[in-house]
């Protein structure tokens, strides 16, 4: 199992109403994808970000489905310009000596065929973790 996370804080000035619909829009594009086995969005609690999301996936091959649905991409394009500090991670149980490459290698695919995405990744103003474009393994 996968559990990919990220935490997240909107840039100043977005509404509460801005934050209101955008987090039920995240929450409704990850709810349509059929590979995540579990989800949760909401306020994270116990650290610098106001928002974060766990979703769980079955393996790298659903990872990679998730990362490149449809349905991920149209959070990306809506939230991430919103967005000002954001950090990914994820915890496995996998035992593969390789697996934080790989899903590494997933990242770095995704922002070579969607530079779309990447340039809204490069825009943040800070953005860190596993799916941080240029960054290899963990």
């Known amino acids: 199992m996968i559990y990919h996370c990220i935490r ?26 059929p590979v995540i086995k579990h989800r949760v969005v909401g306020p994270d609690f116990g650290g610098e970000y106001e928002y974060g999301a766990v979703t769980v996936l079955e393996d790298l091959e659903a990872y990679e489905v998730y990362m490149n649905h449809p ?29 934080g490459a790989k899903i590494a ?15 809204l990744v490069s825009g943040l103003n800070e953005y860190t973790g596993s799916a941080a474009p240029g960054k290899h393994g963990n």
């Open 71 to 99: 349905a991920h991409l149209a959070m990306d394009r809506s939230g991430l310009p919103i967005v000002d500090k954001f950090v990914s991670y994820d915890v496995t149980d996998d035992p593969d000596p390789e697996v």
């Open 8 to 33: 997240f804080t909107l840039k100043p000035g977005v509404s509460e109403e801005d934050k209101t619909a955008r987090l039920a829009q995240m929450r409704d594009h990850i709810n349509a994808i």
């Open 105 to 119: 290698d997933i990242h770095r695919r995704r922002y070579e065929n969607k530079p779309e995405i990447a340039d």
